[in-house]
């Protein structure tokens, strides 16, 4: 089991927070996914991305730059909108719509792109 400091959030189980493996967990409706999904409202907020690899403070690894896959995106998108839905949170709508305008913009670059 992951511990959780409250005052300071931090994931302290591994050396690196891998967020694809992470999301089914965070269906759970608890203290330590709520931290977790602040922190990637906040990464989705300000970065306009969510990147598959933090370490243990969130904090962008500067050897893993690679975005989630579309398919993590979505699978993320749904986990926000039921948190929203269960907190009445609307940060977590929030970034769940911010999410929805990256996806967007990413599938207009690939179609740009195939031209």
Same mark, same amino acid.
């Given at each position: 089991?992951?511990?959780?400091?409250?005052?300071?959030?931090?994931?302290?189980?591994?050396?690196? /927070? !891998?967020?694809? @493996? =992470?999301?089914?967990?965070? +269906?759970?409706?608890? $203290?330590?996914?709520?931290?977790?999904?602040?922190? *990637?409202?906040?990464?989705?907020?300000?970065?306009?991305?969510?990147?598959?690899?933090?370490?243990?403070? /969130? !904090?962008?690894? @500067? =050897?893993?730059?690679?975005? +989630?896959?579309?398919? $993590?995106?979505?699978?993320?998108?749904?986990?926000? *909108?039921?948190?929203?839905?269960?907190?009445?949170?609307?940060?977590?709508?929030?970034?769940?719509?911010?999410?929805?305008?990256?996806? =967007?913009?990413?599938?207009?670059?690939?179609?740009?792109?195939?031209?």
């Amino acid at each position: 089991m992951e511990n959780i400091d409250i005052q300071t959030p931090t994931i302290t189980s591994s050396k690196n /927070f !891998l967020i694809a @493996q =992470e999301l089914p967990k965070l +269906l759970e409706f608890n $203290s330590r996914n709520f931290i977790v999904l602040e922190r *990637l409202c906040k990464k989705i907020d300000l970065t306009k991305r969510v990147l598959k690899v933090y370490n243990q403070d /969130f !904090l962008t690894l @500067q =050897e893993q730059q690679e975005e +989630l896959s579309r398919k $993590s995106y979505l699978e993320l998108g749904e986990i926000l *909108l039921l948190w929203a839905e269960e907190k009445k949170d609307y940060k977590f709508l929030n970034s769940c719509f911010k999410l929805a305008d990256l996806l =967007e913009e990413h599938s207009l670059t690939q179609k740009a792109q195939n031209f």
